[in-house]
């Protein structure tokens, strides 16, 4: 293989510069060409392709957000889309892509493999960590701490006012960043996706603290929860509480997605860039680089996109056990 590419598509996340870095540096340290595409599967479709360099990638390791951009392509899920981005990449020569995304990009990649046999190596890049094949995703760790952040400074807040503050963090399926920064932020209660917690469950922890004199309480809530989002929570559980308590809302939103990557999010996201690409030079195919038990590995798409990734049970104990 003389010439690959990298793309960086779907939502951003911290850490994706970091491992376009080591894609590229890795494949000149290789002898081999290296080209990024710009904007995901609408770059690949639109001939946004170009060659990269050493000096491409100086001086972005500490960056957020991806110099190659992202985008979610409706294009490239019909044929017709499929046929522009082969042709694209056979004009410049290029045999094997590296994808830095989550479970839509592995399913693009996937796809296109299928019908025309071009092999891709995934480096998981997504800020939800829920990709089954890797203990972290990059991304993930600057997300949790950004998160962190706000929910130290609300609790500042919420303390001095004797309020019930419901904080909103991202995971539409997932509900790693809402446990790690509800453990670490000393939540009273963290409601995920993937575990069921009733309202009256809410309203009796709520009352137990304010049995205990606790005046102030942070509720966790994962963007995804099958309760429902953090307004909606809200509003049911003033309902139920049956006293007048003072309860606001905060979502952190797009926030988490932005900023310097942790120097763990560096590191991993290197590994994984490296990994992802001399995996591609060693004829891997369809598979994505991941991290596990600190062992660099590699999972098959097909897996990925349709295996689950638990939460680990004891975290979620463990919320429950220090919140008393």
Same mark, same amino acid.
């Given at each position: 293989?003389?010439?690959?590419?990298?793309?960086?598509?779907?939502? &951003?996340?911290?850490?994706?510069?970091?491992?376009?870095?080591?894609?590229?540096?890795?494949?000149?340290? =290789?002898?081999?060409?290296?080209?990024?595409?710009?904007? $995901?599967?609408?770059?690949?479709?639109?001939?946004?392709?170009?060659?990269?360099?050493? +000096?491409?990638?100086?001086?972005?390791?500490?960056?957020?957000?991806?110099?190659?951009? !992202?985008?979610? !392509?409706?294009?490239?899920?019909?044929?017709?889309?499929?046929?522009?981005?082969?042709?694209?990449?056979?004009? +410049?020569?290029?045999?094997?892509?590296?994808?830095?995304?989550?479970?839509?990009?592995?399913?693009?990649?996937? /796809?296109?493999?299928?019908?025309?046999?071009?092999?891709?190596?995934?480096?998981?890049?997504?800020? &939800?960590?829920?990709?089954?094949?890797?203990?972290?995703?990059?991304?993930?760790?600057?997300?949790?701490?950004?998160?962190?952040?706000?929910?130290?400074?609300?609790?500042?807040?919420? *303390? !001095? =006012? &004797?309020?019930?503050?419901?904080?909103?963090?991202?995971?539409?399926?997932?509900?790693?960043?809402?446990? #790690?920064?509800?453990?670490?932020?000393?939540?009273?209660?963290?409601?995920?996706?993937?575990?069921?917690?009733?309202?009256?469950?809410?309203?009796?922890?709520?009352?137990?603290?304010?049995?205990?004199?606790?005046? !102030?309480?942070?509720?966790?809530?994962?963007?995804?929860?099958?309760?429902?989002?953090?307004?909606?929570?809200?509003?049911?559980?003033?309902? #139920?509480?049956?006293? *007048?308590? *003072?309860?606001?809302?905060?979502?952190?939103? =797009?926030?988490?997605? $932005? $900023?310097?990557?942790?120097?763990?999010?560096?590191?991993?996201?290197?590994?994984?860039?490296? $990994?992802?690409?001399?995996?591609?030079?060693?004829?891997? /195919?369809?598979?994505?680089?991941?991290?596990?038990?600190?062992?660099?590995?590699?999972?098959?798409?097909? &897996?990925?996109?349709?295996?689950?990734?638990?939460?680990?049970?004891?975290?979620?104990?463990?919320?429950?056990?220090?919140?008393?």
């Amino acid at each position: 293989m003389k010439r690959v590419a990298v793309f960086t598509s779907g939502g &951003d996340a911290p850490g994706m510069n970091a491992c376009i870095r080591a894609v590229v540096r890795g494949a000149v340290y =290789h002898g081999v060409e290296v080209f990024g595409i710009r904007r $995901g599967y609408n770059g690949m479709i639109n001939g946004d392709i170009f060659p990269m360099t050493s +000096h491409s990638v100086s001086n972005i390791v500490q960056r957020g957000g991806t110099i190659l951009k !992202s985008a979610r !392509s409706k294009e490239f899920m019909t044929p017709e889309g499929r046929k522009k981005a082969y042709d694209q990449l056979m004009s +410049h020569g290029i045999e094997g892509l590296i994808a830095v995304g989550g479970n839509g990009t592995f399913t693009g990649a996937l /796809k296109f493999f299928e019908e025309y046999q071009i092999p891709t190596v995934g480096a998981p890049g997504t800020i &939800d960590n829920d990709l089954y094949g890797t203990d972290y995703t990059i991304g993930y760790d600057t997300a949790v701490n950004t998160a962190l952040e706000a929910i130290d400074k609300i609790r500042d807040t919420a *303390d !001095s =006012h &004797d309020r019930v503050f419901f904080i909103e963090v991202m995971g539409r399926d997932s509900g790693y960043i809402a446990i #790690q920064s509800g453990i670490a932020g000393g939540a009273e209660l963290v409601m995920v996706p993937e575990v069921l917690t009733p309202i009256p469950e809410v309203v009796e922890t709520l009352k137990q603290g304010w049995s205990r004199s606790k005046s !102030s309480s942070i509720i966790i809530v994962a963007e995804g929860d099958v309760e429902g989002n953090a307004v909606v929570l809200a509003e049911q559980i003033r309902e #139920q509480v049956g006293v *007048d308590i *003072d309860m606001r809302v905060t979502t952190l939103g =797009h926030i988490q997605r $932005g $900023g310097v990557p942790t120097a763990y999010d560096r590191i991993l996201a290197s590994r994984l860039g490296l $990994g992802a690409l001399e995996g591609l030079l060693e004829g891997q /195919k369809n598979v994505m680089a991941g991290i596990v038990n600190n062992e660099l590995i590699y999972t098959p798409f097909i &897996d990925t996109i349709k295996l689950p990734k638990p939460i680990n049970e004891d975290l979620l104990r463990m919320v429950r056990i220090l919140s008393v």
